[in-house]
């Protein structure tokens, strides 16, 4: 399989623990985009990086968030302290060099904070 | 500031019956993309739309980038059970950059 893989799929925690996700990027794709989305509600957009570098994160990043990507292949979101309201869909999605916008996303990893 | 609405919310239909839903933006938009998201899953690229006026097709999917650049439409002609999801219009605002704002969504239920 050549798409974009996010590990793990589902992650159950308490109040006040770390978690940290995975994506794994399609290989020859050089940007990574991190969303989150709530039940009911498309995804939002927190961050995203261009090979190693974060060039924009969202308003919606707390300090409590925090995304790497330090070879410029997979990424990892860590999520500090978790609250009940961290509790969503986190999404990776990558996309080519390029002009086109076209984004392949992820399954996605469920967090259920307790 | 900057909105995208989508609409309908919901569908409910027959298998076999022709469904069409749209997006309209407050800002101009360069692309259009369209996804399907099924439960637990990650959102699925349909169509992309990049010019002004534009229609593209994919087997059963038929989309159109408005030609004021704020509005587009997904048309489903002969719906089947599979096409139950949750349809998305997404898209970069001019002044944003690639990321993606994307719409509330359209949940569609096909009755066999």
């Known amino acids: 399989d050549t798409g974009v893989s996010q590990d793990p799929r589902h992650k159950i925690t308490k109040r006040g623990q770390n978690v940290t996700f995975r994506c794994d990027p399609i290989?020859?794709?050089?940007?990574l985009y991190w969303y989150r989305q709530t039940l009911g509600q498309g995804p939002e957009f927190l961050t995203y990086f261009q090979n190693e570098a974060q060039l924009e994160k969202s308003r919606l990043l707390s300090d409590r968030f925090s995304a790497e990507r330090p070879k410029g292949s997979f990424s990892t979101l860590e999520i500090q302290r978790t609250e009940q309201g961290d509790s969503a869909m986190y999404l990776c999605?990558?996309?080519?060099?390029?002009?086109?916008?076209?984004?392949?996303f992820g399954p996605g990893t469920r967090l259920t904070v307790l | 500031g900057q909105q995208l609405n989508q609409s309908p919310q919901s569908m409910f239909i027959q298998e076999g019956e022709d469904v069409s839903m749209n997006c309209t933006s407050s800002?101009?938009?360069?692309?259009w993309l369209w996804y399907k998201q099924d439960p637990g899953e990650g959102p699925v690229l349909l169509i992309a739309?990049?010019?002004?006026?534009e229609l593209t097709s994919n087997g059963r999917l038929t989309a159109q980038f408005g030609i004021t650049r704020k509005d587009s439409f997904l048309n489903i002609s002969a719906s089947i059970p599979s096409d139950v999801g949750i349809y998305f219009c997404a898209g970069p605002w001019e002044t944003s950059g690639s990321r993606l704002t994307f719409g509330e969504g359209t949940q569609l239920t096909v009755n066999p």
């Open positions: 739309l990049y010019k002004a006026g």
């Open positions: 999605a990558t996309k080519s060099a390029g002009r086109n916008n076209e984004q392949f």
């Open positions: 800002s101009i938009f360069n692309t």
């Open positions: 290989s020859e794709h050089n940007r």
